[in-house]
Every structure is written in C-alpha cells, then in structure tokens.
C-alpha cells in the first residue's frame, strides 16, 4: 500500500533552517509529483509548492520563492522540503502528499501524517 | 491568483441528516476542483476529485457536484465519523489553492 512516512518533530529557533522528510513506499517514487502543504495550528492548509521526484524539477507559491527548497534522493524514495530564515510564523505542521494522477490532474492522494516544527527563541 | 471560500463556516447537524458543503472558486476551475476531510491530530484525506469522483474507498454517502466557479459537497447521511473539518481545493490555475475549510459539528 502506498505510505509516506515524514520525519519526526523539530524545535528550531528565529533565523535558523529545518529539513523535513518524507520517504515513500508502495509505488514507484519517480512516477509522481511530490507536493508540500502546512497548517499552522487551528488553522487551514496552505500550499507551499511542488517537486518531480523523476527530474528534480519544482514549482514554488510565491510566498515561499527563496526560502523553500524541495529535492530528493531517488536511491531511497525519499523527498525533502527545507526551509531557511525561520520566524515564529513558520510554526505548522508540514505535510507532503503525493501529487497528480499521472494524467494532468494535481490533487493529493496520499499524505504523510505532518511534521511539527516549532520555531521558538 | 484564484481564491475558494467555503461557506458555512460551520455546520451543524445531527448524525443520520443531510450535510450540504459549499465551495465557490473566484474565476472558473472547470471541474478541477478536490474535496478533502481532516479530522483533529490527522493529515487530510482525499474524498473527491475531478468534482465528482470519490477516490478509492470514499463511502457512497459522500456525493460532489458541480463545475466552472459553484461547487457543493454532499454528505447523504451523517456518521458519526463524519465530524470533521471539509477542505476544497482547486487544481486548475497555479497556483492550487484550498478554501479555508468547514467544519461539521455535532448538533
């Protein structure tokens, strides 16, 4: 069955970087996007941008433009989202999903079960 | 950029009656639109896409209807499991955004 299973909690302060991962199983990790969605706490879902696992390419929301980096390690299925400059803002829950249906569309299928980051001084 | 307001914010109502869940995008997503449930402490879940095709393993009590900027999501019969959180999501314009969601509440 597909499964992606994220990295666990990270307390990070103002200013520094946290990397969050998300390692995929049960299909063939090259064969969809990769997207990145966080919730702030009691909050709503807001998208962060996209990565194909097969040619590295991304696509980034405008918010995250020069902060957000999305790669990958294709050797063990596994897709990465770091983001710099943290300010308490940044406070959420990270969730990658499994992005597109092979066919153009681009909802999320399959979530990873969220990463919290706390950005505290 | 295209926005998606969902309405009500809140909806109440008791287990066995009929939820209606709207979402409405500000330009047309053709039907490129998604329904997705969140419970408390969970990650979202997938129920509906292309507006109205459930995804595997979405009960036959969850119906989406709708296309171009008007969109509802129906829940036939309320289950106790159903208590949750509703997000809509449009995948038709870059870049895909969600409605700020709507909760449904035990009445």
């Known amino acids: 069955q597909v499964q992606l299973v994220q990295s666990g909690a990270e307390v990070k302060k103002p200013g520094a970087s946290v990397k969050v991962s998300c390692k995929a199983s049960g299909y063939t990790f090259t064969s969809y996007d990769i997207n990145w969605v966080r919730q702030a706490t009691g909050q709503g879902l807001e998208w962060m941008g996209w990565m194909n696992p097969n040619s590295g390419n991304t696509g980034y929301a405008q918010k995250f433009q020069g902060r957000v980096t999305m790669t990958r390690n294709t050797s063990i299925s596994t897709a990465y989202m770091e983001l710099s400059s943290l300010r308490s803002e940044d406070t959420a829950v990270y969730y990658c999903?499994?992005?597109?249906?092979?066919?153009?569309?681009?909802?999320?299928?399959?979530w990873g079960q969220g990463t919290l980051v706390t950005v505290s001084s | 950029e295209i926005v998606m307001t969902q309405s009500p914010a809140t909806l109440s109502v008791s287990p066995g009656e009929r939820a209606t869940l709207s979402c409405r995008a500000s330009q047309s997503v053709s039907s490129n639109l998604a329904w997705y449930q969140q419970k408390p402490g969970q990650a979202p879940r997938l129920l509906i896409y292309g507006a109205s095709t459930r995804a595997t393993g979405i009960p036959a009590r969850f119906s989406g209807s709708g296309s171009g900027t008007e969109f509802t999501l129906t829940i036939s019969s309320l289950q106790s499991e159903d208590f949750a959180v509703y997000y809509c999501?449009?995948?038709?314009?870059?870049?895909?955004?969600f409605g700020q969601g709507t909760k449904v509440e035990i009445k």
């Open positions: 999501q449009q995948y038709n314009n870059w870049p895909q955004a």
């Open positions: 999903a499994r992005w597109g249906d092979g066919s153009g569309s681009y909802y999320s299928d399959y």
